[in-house]
């Protein structure tokens, strides 16, 4: 059975601090996706990466997939109070079906 | 920008009653899936669909469950005889067929069973 463990559970900043999240784990996946969910909605895709070693960058969100496709992190410059939500990543097996294992998220609290 | 439209967004129902939750998938895609989420916990998948046949299900879709796409663009999720544990967020997600990691997900359905 596949897990993503991500930490840490909770993080609660000020509004122009850094913070980075990660998401680990024993299994290697074949692509990892970030998405962000707010209460009661479903989760939207922020970024999928698929190499070892892959950054991407959205605005100031950059996310890094590691060398060895089993881990993953979030990092956000400068947050602000709208990125308040809960970060989920979810890891992709491969094969034909695709079903993403996910892991309980970060729950991200920015105080203005 | 397409999305992915569930309906209804809340559906309240009495243990043992069907209830059928619909989804329209953005409308180049061609795999289909259902996640559910019980409140607090994580996003779980059930089942993925496609050319018209399940190709994965997880152990929670058992013999009370169903999927069916009746045309070119609904997706449904059927519940025979609904329990009280199958009270939870329940997600519809499309991915097209060259990109099947980025799956973009529905708004879901509130199922609470009574």
């Known amino acids: 059975t596949q897990l993503l463990e991500q930490s840490p559970q909770f993080l609660s900043i000020q509004e122009g601090e850094n913070l980075t999240v990660y998401c680990n784990s024993s299994s290697v996946f074949s692509s990892l996706q970030w998405y962000r969910q707010e209460p009661g909605e479903g989760p939207v895709l922020l970024v999928t990466v698929v190499t070892g070693g892959e950054v991407k960058k959205l605005k100031r969100l950059t996310f890094q997939f590691g060398d060895a496709r089993k881990d993953s992190s979030l990092h956000i410059t400068a947050a602000q109070p709208g990125d308040t939500g809960l970060y989920l990543c979810?890891?992709?097996?491969?094969?034909?079906?695709?079903?993403?294992?996910f892991g309980k998220g970060t729950l991200l609290t920015v105080n203005p | 920008e397409p999305e992915v439209t569930q309906t209804p967004s809340h559906q309240v129902t009495q243990m043992g009653q069907e209830v059928i939750l619909r989804c329209v998938p953005i409308s180049n895609h061609l795999y289909f899936y259902w996640y559910r989420q019980i409140l607090g916990q994580k996003v779980e998948f059930l089942v993925s669909f496609y050319n018209n046949e399940i190709s994965e299900k997880s152990e929670i879709f058992d013999d009370q469950f169903s999927v069916e796409r009746p045309d070119g663009s609904n997706f449904t999720l059927k519940i025979r005889s609904t329990k009280l544990e199958d009270s939870a967020m329940y997600f519809c997600?499309?991915?097209?067929?060259?990109?099947?990691?980025?799956?973009?997900f529905g708004p879901g359905t509130r199922l609470t069973v009574t």
């Open positions: 979810a890891g992709g097996g491969g094969g034909s079906n695709y079903k993403l294992t």
């Open positions: 997600a499309s991915t097209i067929e060259d990109r099947v990691s980025e799956q973009y």
